[in-house]
Nanobody
């Protein structure tokens, strides 16, 4: 089993920044993808970003390109989502997810493990 715990959410003004962290524990895989998704009330869960096992490949949804950065911190066994220039439409619960495959996936059902979510609210 893999356990994922997100932290770092909060309330910020438009144009501000937040840094989300996802701490992983339990079973690990030699090749897997870590992703971030978000879900606003009444909306479907949406792919935001993902990173490969090595950290050498990164993927982003178009709406966050140039503003969000996904990275890995190997010393802390975490994946980080740095969010800059936040907009009100970024408001959602953000979830960390793990996929025990090397290939990218952009839909929630392709990920096997999920954190509990952390709320991000951006005021205008």
């Amino acid at each position: 089993q893999v356990q994922l715990v997100e932290s770092g959410g909060g309330l910020v003004q438009a144009g501000g920044s937040l840094r989300l962290s996802c701490a992983a524990s339990g079973r690990t895989f030699s090749s897997y993808v870590m992703g971030w998704f978000r879900q606003a009330p009444g909306k479907e869960r949406e792919f935001v970003a993902a990173i490969s096992w090595s950290g050498g490949r990164l993927w982003y949804v178009e709406s966050v390109k140039g503003r969000f950065t996904i990275s890995r911190d190997y010393t802390k066994n975490t994946v980080v989502l740095q969010m800059n220039s936040l907009k009100p439409e970024d408001t959602a619960v953000y979830y960390c997810a793990a996929r025990p495959r090397a290939s990218l996936a952009r839909v929630p059902h392709e990920y096997d493990y999920w954190g509990q979510g952390t709320q991000v609210t951006v005021s205008s």
